[in-house]
């Protein structure tokens, strides 16, 4: 089965620095989206992405948050100026088409570490 | 707004028995759809079950089934034979222009 992809599994960073994790959907996929997980709480939806462009972001996704399909493949998710509360995991997901898709297949995540 | 809510934050059932973990959903969409994923220790998100909105027959994955009502708003996940492998974080989630996750039920198999 295709699987969406994400690298790194593991990213430690210091306050302050920039992380770009960096995910690989599905290829014939359209919709691209970023959920965060902090430990022990909820998955959160951050932003969905399609046609190049953001379709919907929530209001966790602040200015520090940009995305990115920098060519056919990659999407990617910045953080400009991490903080320690931007210790998470990181979900990368795709779908083939938003309201009426029937399966959004998740990469098996990015855990940051703020130290 | 939508919503996810999951009741139970953790359940527990002795190995081979049956386990049903609850979940309810609030959405101004006629069309939409509803999932349970498994996050295991690993933190993955494991895809177990769908269920499309128009469809009234409950959906059935091998041992896992759901029990739609889409009056009451409700999707619970049913769990038969449960086996030590399907100890993990459960979480509903419910997708119209996107999907949002309930707080989850960490089940728990006892041998």
């Known amino acids: 089965e295709p699987e969406v992809t994400q690298t790194p599994s593991h990213q430690v960073t210091q306050m302050g620095q920039e992380v770009i994790l960096r995910c690989v959907p599905i290829s014939n996929h359209l919709y691209f989206y970023w959920y965060r997980q902090i430990l022990g709480q909820k998955v959160e939806f951050l932003v969905s992405f399609y046609n190049n462009e953001i379709s919907e972001k929530s209001e966790i996704f602040d200015d520090q948050f940009s995305v990115e399909r920098p060519d056919g493949s990659n999407f990617t998710l910045k953080i400009r100026s991490t903080k320690l509360e931007d210790s998470a995991m990181y979900f990368c997901?795709?779908?083939?088409?938003?309201?009426?898709?029937?399966?959004?297949?998740f990469g098996s995540g990015t855990q940051l570490s703020v130290l | 707004a939508q919503t996810v809510t999951q009741s139970q934050p953790e359940m527990s059932v002795q190995e081979a028995e049956t386990v049903t973990l609850s979940c309810t959903y609030d959405t101004s969409e006629s069309d939409y759809y509803l999932f349970w994923y498994k996050q295991p220790p690993s933190r993955q998100m494991i895809l177990v079950i769908r269920?499309?909105?128009?469809?009234?027959q409950n959906a059935t994955e091998n041992r896992f089934s759901v029990n739609f009502q889409k009056a009451a708003k409700s999707f619970s996940l049913k769990i038969s034979d449960s086996q030590l492998g399907d100890a993990a974080m459960y979480f509903c989630a419910c997708l119209d222009d996107k999907i949002i996750f309930g707080k989850g039920t960490r089940l728990h198999i006892l041998p």
């Open positions: 269920q499309e909105a128009y469809k009234q």
């Open positions: 997901a795709s779908s083939e088409a938003l309201s009426y898709n029937e399966k959004l297949f």
